[in-house]
């Protein structure tokens, strides 16, 4: 049940850091954090996933 509250309290914490910075990279989140990027990917996937965050896509035109 631990592992749940840490699991829980690094979910909490990156979406802390996009209320208040905004969008952002893995990798700055990452820096913040302490958190591996892939780590910081799979969060922000499972987020998605639990609808407690948007994904946005970026499109570039060449």
């Given at each position: 049940m631990a592992d749940m509250q840490?699991?829980?309290e690094k979910?909490?914490?990156i979406l802390?850091?996009?209320e208040g910075k905004g969008p952002s990279f893995p990798t700055r989140i990452s820096k913040e954090?302490?958190?591996?990027?892939l780590f910081v990917s799979a969060y922000l996937s499972e987020l998605v996933a639990?609808?407690?965050?948007m994904?946005?896509?970026l499109l570039l035109e060449k």
């Open positions: 840490k699991l829980y979910k909490e914490k802390s850091i996009i954090t302490q958190i591996s990027p639990e609808k407690k965050l994904q946005f896509v």
